[in-house]
Each structure stands twice: as C-alpha cells, then as structure tokens.
C-alpha cells in the first residue's frame, strides 16, 4: 500500500498550482480528518491515520484542473492520485464531494472516506457546524441550491456515524474536531 509522505504530498499539491484559500482550506480539512482518525483509533477501530492525513490534504487536488478542461470534482483528483502511484488515496478523494452523498457509487464508505468527507463538511476557511457549512454552500452555489438541500440529511449521518463509533455525543464529536481546527 502506498500512501506519499508529507513531502511527496506536499510536492503534489504544489504541482497542481492550487490557490492559497484551496491549500489553507485542505491543510483545515487535514487538521480536522488527523483528529478524527485519532478518536476512531482512540476508540480501537484500526484506520491508517497517514492515508486519512494525505487524503484531506489532496482532497481538492483537482479544483484548477476541472476548472481547466472540465469533469467531475473528486474523480478527476482521485484518476490523478491513481496515475501518480497513489491508489489508496482514490476513493477518500472521489467520495469527499457533496455530490457524493447523493451517489451509491460514491458514497463514502470507509474511515477513511467517512473521516475526509465528516471534515469538508465541517471546514471552509474556518471551522463550521454542518448546517452553516451547508448554508454557505446554497449562498454561494444557488444554483445547486436543491442538491445542496438533499445532502444535509446524509451529511449529519455521516458525522453521527462518527460520533457512534468513538462513543461521543456529537456536539462532544464537533467540539473536539473544532479544538484540532483551532490547533494551527
């Protein structure tokens, strides 16, 4: 299994040219997802905190590609990852999406993927519950206002799911992944 050390993902997110908010946002995302691989490995539940890690911060790996030449945002970063030696990282990439939790095919199945997509729903460029994260979405993107919508109810399931499995309540659950956001 290859997962990139920090460096090699370091190098990957500078080869892919991202804007300054899309990197501050992912190393968010990272923070929070290393937080919540903690607390399922905390509550004995094996997840490789390394490929969570690299996941969260390569999630987004493709925004200025689709914005180029098109496709649809978490596959093409997962096909990229892929081509570049990283398969494992594939399906936290594909499946991190709002659109995702919409989609059996890319549901996110997984710690991994549960963990990734739990703190995009939870980071932009500061740490949000999901309601004002989804709420920000439907300002910004009314034209996906309907999507938007239907997702809210998958996306609590997700972080409830979390807090399940490492025993927490989830306002417990949200408190600590906001101290591991506020921990820069």
């Given at each position: 299994m290859a997962v990139p050390d920090r460096d090699t993902v370091r190098q990957l997110l500078a080869d892919a040219r991202l804007p300054h908010g899309i990197v501050v946002h992912s190393e968010g995302v990272a923070r929070v997802a290393r937080a919540g691989a903690g607390l399922v490995a905390e509550a004995s539940i094996p997840v490789d905190g390394a490929l969570v890690e690299a996941a969260?911060?390569?999630?987004?790996?493709?925004?200025?590609?689709?914005?180029?030449?098109?496709?649809?945002?978490?596959?093409?970063?997962?096909?990229?990852?892929?081509?570049?030696?990283?398969?494992?990282?594939?399906?936290?990439?594909?499946?991190?999406?709002?659109q995702a939790l919409l989609d059996d095919d890319r549901f996110p199945i997984g710690w991994p993927s549960v963990l990734v997509a739990v703190a995009d729903r939870h980071v932009a460029q500061e740490f949000m519950t999901i309601d004002d994260r989804l709420d920000d979405m439907k300002t910004r993107h009314p034209e996906h206002v309907e999507s938007i919508e239907s997702a809210r109810r998958p996306a609590h399931a997700l972080e409830e799911q979390l807090a399940e499995a490492t025993g927490l309540s989830v306002g417990d659950l949200v408190a600590r992944l906001r101290a591991a956001w506020e921990a820069t």
């Open positions: 969260a911060l390569l999630h987004d790996i493709d925004k200025e590609e689709i914005r180029r030449s098109g496709g649809e945002h978490g596959v093409v970063g997962a096909r990229q990852l892929e081509a570049a030696g990283f398969a494992e990282l594939a399906m936290p990439v594909a499946s991190h999406p709002l």
